[in-house]
């Protein structure tokens, strides 16, 4: 056993697979003791907020300001106001007014605008153009003038006796905060999602859901699967038959048309995260069943079982004591790949919107169903998303390197 | 030839098959015996001849297709669990590969216990039950206290195959089947098993049935012979009748087979 254990941990394969896992079980139990938001808490009033440091421009204000002193601040302060749309139109009044075309570096804030200060003047007429153009250009002219000015910003708040505006200070384009002082700063390393909440925490509750998901459905079908290929690979006859029959039965009703049924008629108040485990645990039982029988019906004519019964052993005692040790570490292995199965499944059904209601926990199957009902993959908002396919993709990887790893430890032949 | 013997195991028109229809194989064909007590008895035949499925018929653990198996005189009946255990007080085997008969998850001592167990000793003091298993150790040659907490796996053939005939000296049988106890070890520890063997059963008195391919461990072993070929007894008799004096060339080939020492082979005939 020890000896066992010990070259399953020298297989290559496992030990990736295994470190991935731990990994994501480490964050899932200690992420909700760090941050202790509740995932459902909806904090951000809007949709899709990007991911990023957002801090509170308020306490900004009464933080203390530095002055620092950079060249390019003004041009990026301009180039990121000027967006694409901008720079081509203040390429063709340039080239209209009569400026080589190769002289114009349209990515190049600085020598942009400086053309554009030296030769803008709004009096000049363009053949051509139309006054909607022409007044599109002043508006232009006039915020970059604005942007290009060293006034600084007032700040003033409304007195409250006398409602008159009273100045408490002034922001220069030189004033900086130090991010540490400010009171209130959060990061949202993946943003929020459409109801505006975290989806970092949500992501971290979601997989801890989708996996206790996956482990309760993954035990309800291998015990399922186990016991009746124990029983009906070892008696045999007549209850092998019966037994063969049903579960034949449900390899040709695809099982996953069985979970939806199954999974609608239930009725959504009544779909908790529990119930779809056992649901797709009770669905998925059948090719552990089949396989397990088969193997069963290899063992049961070995001699060491002879021996057994020549011993006066009972079914049972064979069965638990000669018969399951041995194919302990192929079920092990179903055990594994029921798991991350689980997962997948409680996924596919929460995307056509018959997983776990949604009112008390996240899961990685509900994320993706609100991703997708509010066009996230539409509006270009991965965060809502893909960190899901990625957690998604982990999960099953790291299982399914397990599975390889273990099926290469207990199978010799299959070693590289 | 056998006035005055009762019969221990008798069968008449056993027989097996497997599979249906096209794919029906007849193991055993209608076979007729009558083991007397306290004879050895050898059943030889190649591969294939239906010897092993015989012996588990005789063993109940294969139901025959056909045919019925008299015990003691009486029809056999090991219908339940309950009378299946009681049948297995008194019939008991040794089985071929000495290395797949143990489960391995399982040590030495619970092989043991579990005899103990089946002759009722299940409540004796430990030390009686210890006392018990270095009295069947030393029996065959082998040392209690090294194979205590051992697993079967961590002996040689030779070992594990004395272990087995430990266990039959703890359950006293008053049949024991042996299924080619020697073929899978090698040409030095035969003797030694087969010797312990004959030594086991003047000890307790049981009846050995020999399940073997080898005429010369046959000739060299037992009283009464079968020899079967295809699912049939084709020739029966003593030892010194068929061996010596084979009626039929199935005989005649089998015992053509055994290499001996001492003459040169002839390769032409290979």
């Known amino acids: 056993m020890k000896h066992t254990i010990r070259q399953v941990f020298r297989s290559g394969k496992f030990v990736v697979g295994f470190s991935i896992f731990m990994g994501i079980l480490l964050i899932v139990t200690f992420y909700p003791l760090i941050i202790r938001d509740a995932p459902l808490k909806i904090i951000g009033q809007g949709t899709f907020f990007a991911p990023g440091i957002y801090v509170n421009v308020y306490d900004s204000m009464g933080s203390p300001h530095y002055t620092i002193l950079l060249d390019d601040a003004a041009a990026k302060r301009i180039a990121d106001k000027l967006d694409d749309d901008d720079r081509q139109a203040i390429k063709e009044w340039l080239v209209a007014a009569g400026i080589s075309e190769d002289a114009i570096e349209i990515e190049n804030t600085e020598s942009l605008l400086d053309l554009w200060v030296n030769n ?297 | 030839m056998n006035a005055g013997k009762k019969p221990c195991l008798s069968g008449r028109g056993v027989t097996k098959e497997f599979g249906f229809g096209r794919n029906k194989t007849v193991a055993v064909d209608g076979v007729d015996f009558d083991f007397y007590e306290g004879e050895i008895i050898s059943i030889v035949g190649e591969s294939g001849s239906g010897k092993t499925t015989l012996a588990k018929m005789l063993l109940g653990l294969i139901n025959a297709t056909e045919g019925d198996i008299f015990f003691q005189g009486k029809k056999r009946n090991i219908g339940s669990h309950r009378k299946k255990k009681e049948y297995w007080k008194s019939i008991q085997a040794i089985f071929q590969d000495p290395f797949s008969s143990y489960n391995t998850f399982n040590k030495i001592d619970s092989v043991l216990l579990d005899c103990i167990r089946m002759r009722g000793g299940g409540r004796l003091p430990r030390e009686k039950k210890i006392e018990l298993m270095t009295e069947a150790c030393s029996f065959v040659n082998l040392k209690f206290e090294e194979l205590t907490n051992k697993y079967p796996f961590e002996l040689s053939g030779g070992q594990q195959q004395r272990l087995m005939i430990a266990r039959i000296f703890l359950l006293k049988p008053q049949i024991l089947l042996a299924d080619e106890p020697t073929s899978m070890i090698d040409a030095c520890s035969r003797t030694t098993i087969l010797d312990t063997l004959m030594q086991l059963r003047d000890e307790i008195g049981m009846t050995p049935i020999f399940i073997t391919h080898d005429i010369g461990l046959a000739y060299y072993v037992s009283d009464t012979v079968y020899i079967m070929e295809r699912g049939k007894f084709v020739e029966s008799g003593t030892a010194d009748q068929v061996i010596l004096n084979p009626k039929k060339p199935y005989t005649q080939r089998l015992i053509n087979d055994v290499p001996k020492i001492y003459e040169e082979w002839d390769l032409s005939t290979v």
Do not use: C
């Open chain 1, 120 to 416: 803008f003047d709004p009096t000049t007429r363009i053949p051509g153009m139309t006054n909607a153009d022409r007044n599109y250009y002043i508006r232009l002219n006039t915020a970059l003038d604005g942007l290009l000015s060293t006034e600084g910003a007032i700040v003033a708040s409304v007195n409250p006796e006398t409602g008159a505006l009273e100045e408490k200070g002034v922001i220069r384009q030189t004033d900086y905060v130090n991010v540490n002082q400010v009171p209130n700063v959060r990061v949202l390393p993946l943003g929020t999602d459409n109801f505006g909440r975290d989806v970092l925490t949500e992501l971290v509750q979601a997989t801890a859901v989708s996996l206790r998901i996956g482990i309760v459905a993954g035990l309800i079908a291998t015990f399922i699967g186990l016991v009746l290929g124990l029983v009906s690979g070892y008696i045999g006859g007549l209850v092998d038959d019966v037994i063969m029959f049903i579960t034949n039965l449900f390899i040709v009703i695809p099982s996953f048309v069985l979970l939806i049924l199954i999974s609608f008629s239930i009725g959504q108040e009544q779909r908790g995260a529990f119930t779809i485990a056992v649901v797709i645990g009770f669905t998925s039982w059948v090719w552990t069943a089949r396989a397990v029988r088969s193997q069963v019906i290899s063992l049961r004519n070995r001699d060491h079982v002879n021996l057994s019964k020549l011993s006066g052993h009972s079914i049972a005692h064979i069965i638990a004591f000669d018969i399951l040790p041995y194919i302990a570490s192929y079920v092990v292995m179903a055990l594994i790949l029921q798991i991350s199965s689980g997962i997948l499944a409680e996924a596919g059904l929460s995307i056509l919107g018959l997983g776990p209601r949604t009112t008390d926990v996240p899961t990685l199957g509900l994320m993706m169903n609100w991703a997708m009902i509010y066009q996230a993959h539409i509006l270009g908002k991965w965060w809502a998303y893909f960190p899901v396919i990625i957690v998604i993709a982990l999960i099953a990887f790291s299982m399914n390197l397990m599975n390889t790893g273990l099926d290469q430890v207990f199978n010799p032949a299959l070693r590289d």
